[in-house]
């Protein structure tokens, strides 16, 4: 069983659309990362979150440290917004990376 | 001008050659980390460093070696490369703490 599991691996919507993403992990965490990876390659950190809740402009992300799981949500969604989105955990001198979720937002 | 950088950024390479990937940072980290990425499986760590005396394997090591020449510069080779080595490859850098990382902008090696 992998340590950090996302769901869904493929996601697309309409511009507009309200977007949840999940990652539940295995391990005891100090904090969540979420990153986005664009289409070109390049992997951005996006937030950085021990408890609660943190908002970024129309991104969302949340944690349940009692019930191991993360979510992200996209708020009026955007095409600029497809791109790889990435959950990670510590553990404990590295991250550990779920696989990812394919986001594709068609105008 | 970016904090972590990679060369090259694309390579084609033949079956058997030694190659050299290079990463650079500016961001003063003293760790760094080397990643490949394949479709479906996300990023695996292949080597890590957190000082220049202290590398240590990651869980995708083998064909793979390192080296950290100073606290900015962490290498990886591949000594004799095969065709399943075709990936993505990322370097990183972070500080202390719960490990927020800064990626450079990848390599895309492909063995033929």
């Known amino acids: 069983k992998n340590e950090v599991e996302q769901s869904p691996q493929n996601l697309t919507a309409q511009e507009g659309e309200f977007i949840t993403i999940n990652c539940s992990y295995s391990v005891g965490i100090s904090a969540l990362h979420w990153l986005q990876q664009h289409p070109g390659g390049g992997i951005v950190s996006l937030f950085m979150?021990?408890?609660g809740k943190k908002k970024h402009g129309r991104l969302i992300a949340t944690i349940n440290i009692q019930e191991k799981h993360s979510s992200l949500h996209i708020t009026a969604s955007h095409p600029r917004d497809s791109a790889v989105y990435i959950c990670?955990?510590?553990?404990?001198?590295?991250?550990?990376f779920g696989t990812g979720t394919r986001l594709q937002v068609f105008p | 001008d970016a904090d972590v950088t990679q060369t090259p950024r694309n390579r084609i390479t033949k079956t058997g050659k030694r190659i050299m990937l290079e990463c650079s940072q500016t961001k003063g980290h003293d760790r760094m980390y080397w990643y490949r990425q394949d479709p479906g499986l996300g990023l695996r760590l292949i080597y890590y460093s957190f000082d220049v005396k202290d590398i240590n394997k990651g869980e995708i090591s083998d064909g793979y070696s390192v080296s950290r020449q100073a606290q900015a510069k962490f290498s990886l080779s591949l000594e004799s490369a095969i065709p399943n080595q075709t990936a993505l490859y990322f370097c990183?850098?972070?500080?202390?703490?719960?490990?927020?990382?800064?990626f450079g902008p990848g390599t895309r090696l492909t063995v033929t």
């Open positions: 990183a850098t972070s500080g202390t703490g719960a490990y927020e990382q800064y």
């Open positions: 990670a955990v510590p553990s404990p001198d590295k991250l550990i």
């Open positions: 979150l021990s408890s």
